[in-house]
């Protein structure tokens, strides 16, 4: 049986990263920490990505409109950060 390739601990990408600082971060202004209620934030970074097929923006809604909390077939994006390969 082959061993499972862990692709969090490895510098082996199928596709080329693209490194970026962030220049501003700007946190849900009604985020909790008591209850993690709306624990998201925008980086803004210093330059902008450079779009391919494994590299697109993803889509926000209006600050005004209300979204149900979730329906089948919706897309949701999520992420990670390490400060180095085995180490979150």
């Known amino acids: 049986m082959d061993a499972k390739l862990n692709y969090t601990e490895s510098t082996s990408e199928r596709k080329p ?5 962030a220049k501003h971060i700007s946190v849900h202004p009604t ?3 008591k209850n993690l209620y709306y624990d998201f934030a ?3 970074t210093d ?3 450079e779009l391919d097929e494994h590299i697109y ?7 005004h ?3 149900p909390l979730y329906n089948e077939g919706d897309c949701y994006a999520m992420g990670y950060g390490k400060d ?5």
């Open 17 to 21: 990263h693209q490194d970026r600082h």
């Open 31 to 33: 985020f909790n920490n």
């Open 42 to 44: 925008l980086v803004h």
């Open 47 to 49: 330059i902008e990505f």
């Open 57 to 63: 923006p993803i889509c926000l809604p209006n600050q």
């Open 65 to 67: 409109e209300t979204l």
């Open 84 to 88: 180095s390969f085995g180490k979150c």
